[in-house]
C-alpha cells in the first residue's frame, strides 16, 4: 500500500518538455495565457515524475488508456459532457438554498456582487488546476498536487489526504443531516431523528457502489436536472404565496419579535455582526467551491483538454441558477422570515413538501460522489498495480464495500453532533475551502510561471506577470483569511447555538423538520 508518493528526480534545467517523451500528446500542453498558435507554446513542469517506480508514473493519457485498455473496468472513459454533468451535479446542489439567508445577512447587492466574485474567482482557480494537471497527468488526486506543489514533501501528502478525506466526509454528513431533516418534514416526524438519519446513510451507502465516474455521471445529470427545478418551485412558490412560514404569528420570524411584510435588505443593516458576516460570505464560498475533485475529474477524462468546455458551461448555469432564484426566494421572503435551506421559508405545506421532494436526487447522489471519491482515492493506494484495481474481484468489491461503509459511518457521526446546517457549511468552508479553493491554487500559479519563465518571472513578464503575481496573493491570503477567521466564527456561532437551544443537543430524537 503505496502512501505518500516518492518525487524522482529528473532534470528540471531546461524550461521546454521534450517533445519525444511519452507524456508529451498533441495539446496536452496548453498554456492559457498563450497567444500563440493551437496548443500554445510548450510549458514545463514544476518537479519530477511522481511515482514508485517507472511503471507507476502512467506518464501520458495515451499510455494510461493503452495499459487499461484489456481491463474490464476502465476509468479514463468520460467526455467533457459526461465531466460536466459531475459539476453540475457537485455545483447545483442544496447548498443553493443557503443563498436567500446568505442575502439577508449581506443586504441584497452586496450578496449578488459576492455570488459572481466568487463565481469568477473560483473559475479562474480552476483553470490553474486544469493547467496543472495538464502538466502532470500522472496525478491522481488532489493529494499528490498538495505533494507536487510544496516540493515532494511527505507530511504534505499526509496534511493534505487528511483534509481531503475529512472534507469530503463532512459533506456526507452535511447530506445525511439533510436526508434526515426531508423524512422529518415528509413524516411529521414519525421515526426518532437519529433512526432518519441511519436509514439515510445506508440508503446513500448502497448508491455508493459503483467505480468508476463514468457510471455515477449517469446519475449526476438526472441529479442536477431535479436540483434545478426543485429551487425553481420554492423561487415560484415564494412568489405565489400569501405569505411566508410564520408571518404575524406568535413566535414567527427568526427572533419571534420581527413582524410585518418581508423585509429586503439591499445593503447590510446596521449592527450586522462580523460572525453572521462572515458566516453569510463561506456559506455563498462553499457552494462555489469544489476545486477538490477536479484533479480526480481529469484523471477519469478520455480528453482532458476538453476539460474548460465543461467548466465554462457550469459557471455560467451557476451564477445565473444561484443568482436568480436566491434573490426572488430572499425577495418574497424577507430578512425575517428567511430560514437555512430557503425551504423552510416557504409558508404554504404544500408548497414546502413539493419543492423539497425534487432534491431528493440531489441529497442522494451528491453524498455519493464525495463518497466515491474517497473510496477511490483509498482504495487505488491499496491495490495499485494488481488485478483487484481493474477487474471483478472478490476482494476488490469487498474492499471498495468495506471503505464506503467507514465513510457513512463517520457521516452520520459528524450529522448528529454538528447538526446545524448553515454552520456545518460555513465549517467545511473555513477548514477545507481555504486551501483548496485558494491557496494551493495560488501557490500553483506561482511555480508554474517560475517553472516556464525562471526566477525572475514576475518582472521577465512585465505588466502580466504583476498582475497575476498580485492577483494569486490576494487569492492565497484569502484563503488564510477563510481558515482564520472564518473558523473562529464558525465554531463561535455552533458554540451560540447550543447556548440559544437552537437544537436539542447531539443523537437526539427531536425532529428537525422545517
Known sequence: MALGRKSRNVDNTTHEIDPNLSIQEEGQ????ESNGEKGGRKTSRIAGVMGESDQDSQLGVGKQLELEATNS????????????ALLFSEYICLAIMSFPYSYSVLGLVPGLIVTVVVAMSVLYTSLIVWEFCLRHPELRDVCDVGQMLYFGWTWVWYFTAAMFLLNNTFI???????????LNTMSGGAVCTVGFSAIWAVLSFFCSLPRTFDTLSKL???????????VLLAAIFAGIEAHPYGYNSPGGGKTGTLKGNPIVLVIPTAGTGFVSGMNAFLNISYTFIGQI??????????EPKDFPKALWAVTICEIIVFSVTASIVYVYTGTQYNTAPAFGSLGNELYKKVSFSFMIPTLIFLGVLYASVSARFVFFRIFEGTRHKGNHTVVGWATWAGILACTWILAFIIAEVIPFFSDL??????LF??????????????RMRHADYGPGWISNRGIRGIAGFILNVILICMGLFMLTGGTYVTCQSIVDGYKDHLVSGVFTCVSNAL
Do not use: N
Request: proline content about 3%; overall charge positive; glycine content about 6%.
Open 29 to 32: 500542453y496548453y498554456d492559457p
Open 220 to 230: 449526476a445529470t438526472l441529479s442536477a436536472f431535479f436540483t434545478f427545478l426543485s
Open 73 to 84: 473496468i476502465k476509468y479514463r472513459t468520460c467526455s467533457w459532457q459526461k465531466t460536466a
Open 293 to 302: 475533485t477536479i484533479p480526480s475529474f481529469i484523471a477519469e477524462m478520455k
Open 172 to 182: 456526507q454528513g452535511l447530506h445525511v443531516l439533510t436526508g434526515a431533516k426531508y
Open 433 to 446: 475551502d481555504s486551501f483548496f479553493g485558494f491557496i494551493f491554487w495560488g501557490t500553483a500559479y506561482m
Open 425 to 430: 457549511l460555513s465549517l467545511m468552508s473555513s
